[in-house]
């Protein structure tokens, strides 16, 4: 097991260090490659910058007004005859959005009902099997200048969807109820 956790230590410097080593075998100016990858990153940021801190402010509000709460409040009785725990669709609408947002409502599950519990397993299943849609595809599309996102909304919804059904089957089938 060691082993392994050295390796783990080692990767990153390795990584790094094989970059730096093939630039320098193939004549490449690795600092001048270096400032001109920051520079265009940097542009990167500035450009998808209005994006993100409109989307902060859309999760913000989304959470301040009680729209979330009155949203799920909505849902919640399709929710229950299912079984799945009412509890978790906040979070499985916040995950769509932000992940920050998302990870503070899991935090708000842990600690009610605790990381073990069903809520509990069910919400940290969905968390890794679930995507932020509109974070990435405001920042990725906008990156490259995407203006049109024809199917991808509705492909990634849909993902989405069977992410939070598989969290709660997978789970439901490992631990039961």
Do not use: H
Not at 53 to 80: D, T, W, Y
Not at 96 to 103: K, Q
């Amino acid at each position: 097991m060691r082993w392994i956790i050295y390796i783990s230590q080692m990767l990153m410097p390795l990584t790094v260090f094989s970059v730096v080593m093939y630039g320098f075998l193939q004549n490449v100016n690795i600092y001048a490659a270096f400032v001109e990858g920051a520079k265009e990153g940097l542009e990167t940021v500035v450009g998808i910058l209005p994006t993100l801190i409109g989307l902060m402010c859309a999760v913000e509000v989304l959470r301040g007004s009680g729209v979330l709460e009155a949203l799920c409040r909505l849902i919640e009785p399709l929710i229950s005859v299912t079984g799945f725990p009412v509890e978790a669709v906040p979070l499985a609408l916040m995950k769509a959005v932000s992940s920050s947002g998302a990870t503070g409502l899991l935090l708000d599950i842990y600690n009610i009902f605790g990381p073990d519990s069903f809520t509990g397993r069910v919400a940290s299943v969905m968390m890794g099997s679930t995507e932020t849609i509109f974070y990435t595809m405001s920042v990725y599309f906008m990156s490259v200048g995407i203006k049109k996102t024809r199917y991808t909304l509705k492909g990634a919804l849909i993902a989405n969807l069977v992410g939070i059904i598989c969290a709660y089957g997978v789970v439901l089938w490992v631990f039961g109820r």
